[in-house]
């Protein structure tokens, strides 16, 4: 039986080295030919010419930002701890109610401690995540966070999204150059091409103007959510993924005695709430694939009612630099929230832009900090994209297909993440954004295709099971290299021939 393995997992080799070989040469070509890309379209906001001001602006602050979340929260306490003012308006300060945006990966954690803010998850009841556990067919297994060289504090943490947000918004506030109001940003106010300030509705209905050399845009993006409570998981400690038909569940803690659970719907058309429908279809097609632990909680939630819907969209970083504005957060590049990986790309990017931004004392040359900051989305793409594409690829692997070759494809990725060893840790590892590299990605992500057609060449290879192998490497291809051409080859896996990814001569003093 190992000889028969072995032969099968060489001819595997053979099979997915000649199809890595050509589609190779295809990215190379795609590498090439590719286009500029387009403005996608996610600065929502209309943009007002500026009133006359006879060439000055009466600014008062060095930065607006536009939205409170996790990153406009986040990047205000930054940018005010270097010494900048800071001016940010959000359009409601409540706490939020959101049901994404609770689990943090180990690296978002590390980006946390780098920016000073990881006291933030204290005293919200954040819970330490240390791995995945994967369930299919009723089989399961589990996979750790490679934690063992990092500090004992070092791990995931799941909580509810507004109390986290509450905490950086109050650090963020207690700073004396941090300004944090509630009210709704209605345009950017531009003159001759370049982003001076923000038009914006105060709470009490009053129309204002507010100045900054820079404007930075954080809009929250908006899956079906529901809170499990008092429910003991399986794996303590641990996030859930069930791959179920028709798309994974996901669950994880978020408190001491709550356990959030997201299931995808794919298509347009959701279920609706209101008369029962969403209910019937969580009851009859969600839970019976769910671990036998985890039912009757699941059950008890969805009796209870309280269940949300938010969209769920993936939207690659689409640069469109424009003097005085700089996109962040969602508002800039979304991906699945399968992979919990928003956070972490968010964090990412503060610590980029604030290590940009502490070369510069003066940030009124709007055109030189323009091209100054482009830099950030070239320098960003590594790690974001990474992030991105590995969530974007695992759903659609974990997602359920008639399809014999995803079928396979399927299987294959879980089978070899339940390998152990270099098999999980490896993917683990990017998931968990403590070793984002595009290639460790490419790598580990053939490196299961080509285990899955060495399992469908055993025990006796046959010209149908040739095929389907075959099959399994073009799907495979299918998966991951439009997602990666859509977030840029060139810039993700050879950033250093960008000329932005070069940091541009600061703007004179």
């Known amino acids: 039986m190992a000889d028969q ?52 602006c009466p600014f008062d602050a060095d930065v607006i930002v536009v939205g409170a979340g996790v990153a406009g929260a986040a990047l205000a306490n930054t940018l005010a701890k270097d010494g900048r003012r800071v001016h940010v308006i959000e359009r409601d300060l409540s706490e939020p109610d959101r049901i994404v945006g609770e689990l943090l990966q180990p690296g ?18 954040a819970q330490r995540v240390f791995g995945y556990a994967l369930f299919k067919d009723g089989n399961r297994t589990q996979i750790s966070y490679p934690l063992e060289k990092f500090h004992s504090d070092v791990a995931g943490r799941g909580f509810h999204n507004g109390r986290f947000v509450q905490r950086l918004r109050e ?42 050399p820079l404007t930075i845009v954080d809009v929250p993006s908006c899956f079906v959510g529901l ?25 994880y803690p978020i408190s001491s005695n709550e356990v959030r659970c997201l299931v995808d719907i794919p298509g347009q058309k959701v279920p609706s709430i209101s008369n029962g429908e969403m209910a019937n279809y969580l009851k009859t097609v969600v839970a019976p694939q769910i671990p036998r632990e985890i039912f009757h909680s699941f059950v008890a939630a969805v009796d209870g009612g309280n269940i949300k819907t938010m969209p769920n969209r993936s939207m690659p970083a689409a640069p469109y630099p424009t003097p005085g504005a700089l996109l962040m957060g969602d508002a800039f590049n979304m991906r699945h929230p399968l992979t919990g990986g928003g956070m972490t790309v968010a964090l990412s990017d503060i610590v980029i832009l604030r290590n940009l931004l502490r070369h510069l004392s003066n940030l009124n040359d709007a ?143």
């Not at 393995?5 to 080295?17: E, N």
């Not at 650090?171 to 982003?195: D, F, M, Y």
């Not at 590995?390 to 990725?413: H, I, N, T, W």
Request: charged residues 15%; neutral net charge.
């Open 108 to 125: 978002g954690y590390l980006k946390l401690i780098e920016l000073g803010l990881e006291d933030c998850v204290e005293q919200i009841d």
């Open 171 to 212: 650090k963020a506030a207690s700073l004396p150059n941090v300004r944090l109001e509630q009210g709704t940003v209605t345009s950017l106010l531009e003159e001759k091409g370049t982003i001076k300030g923000v038009q914006y509705r105060t709470k009490a209905g009053e129309e204002l103007t507010a100045y900054a």
């Open 227 to 251: 809170v499990l409570e008092n429910c003991n998981l399986p794996f303590e400690n641990n996030g859930h993924v069930v791959l179920a038909d028709p798309s994974p569940i996901l669950f």
């Open 5 to 56: 393995y072995t032969w099968g997992l060489i001819l595997g080799a053979v099979l997915g080295l000649v199809a890595v070989y050509n589609l190779g040469l295809l990215a190379l070509y795609n590498l090439v030919m590719r286009n500029k890309s387009e403005d996608n379209g996610a600065d929502s906001l209309r943009k007002t010419p500026t009133p006359a001001l006879n060439g000055e």
């Open 367 to 509: 055109p030189a900090l323009c091209n100054y900051l482009e830099s950030f989305y070239t320098l960003r793409k590594p790690v974001a994209s990474t992030i991105n594409t590995l969530a974007g690829a695992l759903y659609q692997v974990f997602s359920a297909s008639p399809d014999e070759a995803r079928k396979e494809m399927r299987q294959a990725c879980f089978d070899y993440l339940s390998l152990g060893g270099i098999f999980s840790s490896g993917p683990v590892s990017l998931l968990s954004g403590l070793n984002p590299r595009p290639l460790i990605l490419v790598l580990h992500f053939f490196a299961v295709a080509i285990y899955g057609v060495g399992r469908i060449l055993l025990p006796f290879p046959s010209p149908y099971r040739f095929w389907i192998g075959a099959r399994i490497i073009t799907s495979a291809s299918g998966i991951i290299f439009p997602i990666m051409k859509a977030e840029g080859l060139r810039q993700m896996f050879f950033p250093a021939t960008v000329p932005a990814y070069y940091y541009q001569a600061p703007p004179s003093n």
